[in-house]
């Protein structure tokens, strides 16, 4: 089965400016059509021009701002261009989002407090990560698109408020499979298949734990217990753009980070299928490890 990687670049210039840094988003392309990063470790992520994906949040809503004030946007830069991901805050000083948003980068940036990621906004922190601050699954294997985590240390530590807060991981007690709790997507990924750009509002998407055995049922052969599923009801979940960013639920009463955004069917969105993310639990002790 045929799956894909959901990400793409916006291909753009960055300068720094008085502390906060400008963005050109004049030219924003998918992944698939900078062929950059399909070369070396990505080759084997390549859709066929068959089945290229079309993918988005699909059904879902426009964010109140601030309504995730975990949530990051990255733009991290290849050879090709520079990618949009998601990922979430968990310290002051560290993101935790997809390998594959950042394994062949050289750095890039992390944009905090954002509504409108591509507008300068008096609420958006834009830290600097360098390739030094870039830590892998020391098992991410990009061949199987497994072990997709990695974690980002900032240039500077966020300035926490209302507007940027942290996301809790689950406690490590936790042996939840979060099976059938309702769980959220949130990111700034493509919204319409007509266009090419991402979202330049946060969108999110609430769905439905699936269980595990009905998510290898639909992804035999790659899914795994490091794996957690988003239901595709409505036509709803993760899409290009989206890699890295945050699956989150109400745990004990508190906002729980519980997946990240890794990927989903390469034959389109609108088939009823589930996102599929790298399960936080799983990752717990290397997470916790390599925050700073």
């Not at 944009?111 to 390739?131: D, K, S, W």
Request: charge should be neutral.
């Amino acid at each position: 089965m045929k799956v894909f990687v959901l990400f793409f670049l916006a291909c753009a210039t960055s300068v720094y400016a008085d502390h906060f840094i400008e963005f050109d988003w004049s030219n924003v392309k998918p992944v698939r059509e900078i062929p950059g990063f399909w070369e070396k470790r990505h080759v084997s992520l390549r859709p066929r021009a068959s089945n290229t994906p079309r993918r988005r949040i699909v059904n879902g809503e426009i964010a109140t701002p601030h309504q995730f004030p975990y949530q990051a946007g990255l733009l991290f830069q290849f050879t090709g261009g520079t990618a949009l991901c998601g990922g979430a805050l968990i310290s002051a000083r560290t993101v935790l989002t997809a390998a594959h948003c950042v394994d062949v980068s050289s750095g890039g940036t992390v944009v905090l407090g954002a509504q409108f990621i591509n507008q300068v906004e008096a609420t958006q922190q834009r830290i600097p990560v360098t390739t030094a601050g870039i830590v892998l699954h020391p098992q991410w294997d990009p061949s199987l698109i497994r072990n997709d985590v990695a974690v980002l240390h900032l240039s500077t530590p966020a300035t926490l408020s209302n507007i940027v807060s942290l996301i809790d991981l689950p406690p490590p007690e936790s042996v939840t499979t979060f099976e059938n709790f309702p769980a959220t997507v949130s990111g700034w990924g493509r919204f319409d298949d007509n266009l090419p750009q991402s979202s330049d509002v946060l969108r999110f998407y609430r769905g439905t734990i699936l269980s595990q055995a009905n998510c290898i049922l639909r992804f035999p052969g790659v899914v795994q217990p490091s794996n957690i599923c988003l239901s595709g009801l409505n036509n709803g979940g993760a899409c290009q753009g989206d890699s890295g960013g945050p699956l989150t639920t109400t745990y004990n009463g508190r906002h729980t980070h519980i997946g990240i955004v890794s990927f989903g069917l390469a034959l389109g969105c609108e088939l009823l299928w589930p996102s599929v993310f790298a399960r936080t639990s799983f990752y717990n002790d290397w997470i916790t490890a390599n925050t700073v």
